[in-house]
């Protein structure tokens, strides 16, 4: 299976664990800190895919492939709770990725290839950033051993 399909797999399966202490807004501490189920050994390999793809008009569709995939686990991140208004860094990478993620940000399929290539690149970076910050926050051992 490629990382897009696992990374793909991921995003459309994940689902937040119940929270212990929630309101009928879901709002809350998760009952089990080692319940989320997000991939970072994937997040972290469609990252590397990224960085290393050259740019070449012929790797077009590729680009588009894994731009999707990033943009799908940046989305997954930012649903997080990254403890976003008590860190200042990560409050920038919030205001970051919301801007990188806006509709006219995103190439269009008439742009160049190397525009695409950026903005992967972008996307690839921030979500580096983002997946490093969870990690962090959940423990590195508890994640490397999933």
Do not use: H
């Not at 689902?15 to 009928?24: L, V, Y």
């Not at 801007?99 to 525009?115: E, K």
């Not at 959940?138 to 490397?144: K, L, P, T, V």
């Amino acid at each position: 299976m490629s990382i897009e399909s696992q990374a793909k797999t991921q995003a459309e399966t994940y689902e937040p664990k119940a929270t212990s202490g929630a309101g009928s807004a879901g709002i809350g501490e998760p009952s089990d800190p080692q319940a989320y189920v997000i991939d970072v050994g994937t997040i972290r390999d469609t990252v590397s895919v990224a960085r290393e793809m050259p740019v070449s008009r012929d790797a077009r569709p590729r680009i588009a492939s894994i731009t999707a995939t990033l943009v799908g686990m940046l989305e997954l991140l930012l649903g997080e709770d990254l403890n976003f208004d008590l860190d200042p860094a990560v409050r920038g990478m919030y205001q970051a990725a919301y801007r990188l993620l806006r509709i006219n940000r995103r190439p269009m399929s008439g742009d160049p290839t190397v525009m695409a290539w950026e903005y992967m690149r972008d996307v690839a970076d921030l979500t580096s950033r983002l997946v490093e910050t969870y990690a962090g926050q959940q423990g590195e051992a508890e994640i490397d051993g999933q």
